[in-house]
């Protein structure tokens, strides 16, 4: 949990070093991700600036991909979900299981969807 009374800057580190993955896409109909913190880009085997143009689809392998959506969509529903399971991998190849990881719908001040984001803790590697 992040300490509210933290400036915006230093929340934003505090995000950014949290030993938990912490990442998001936009609304475009195929989603690129927008935002993934140090744990994420090491996880996922990425830099900052392949970030700002990959689809999200691209975390899962193809056949993970529909059950990604499903999941995405229950969130689009219902606001949000904290027990999704499912198998990504990262830019090279590497695959592993993420478990007990929370989706959120991201929304401006005005109530405005904006995307969504995941945090999730509990990986294990494959193969």
């Known amino acids: 949990m992040i300490n509210p ?5 230093q929340a934003a580190e505090e995000v950014f070093y ?3 993955v912490v990442l ?3 609304t475009q109909s195929d989603p690129v991700l927008t935002y993934i913190n140090q744990t994420g880009l090491e996880l996922f085997e990425l830099d900052w600036e392949t970030i700002l143009t990959m689809p999200s689809r691209l975390t899962a392998e193809p056949m993970e991909r529909g059950e990604r959506q499903r999941l995405l ?3 689009s529903k219902n606001g949000f979900i904290d027990d999704y399971s499912g198998v990504r991998v990262s830019t090279t190849g590497r695959r592993f299981k993420i478990e007990k990881v929370t989706v959120w719908n991201l929304m401006n001040e005005a109530g405005d969807y904006q995307g969504q984001a995941a945090m999730f803790s509990h990986w294990s590697f494959l193969e």
């Open 18 to 20: 949290f030993p938990s």
């Open 73 to 75: 969509d229950k969130v």
């Open 24 to 26: 998001s896409h936009d």
């Open 5 to 9: 009374s933290l400036s915006e800057e």
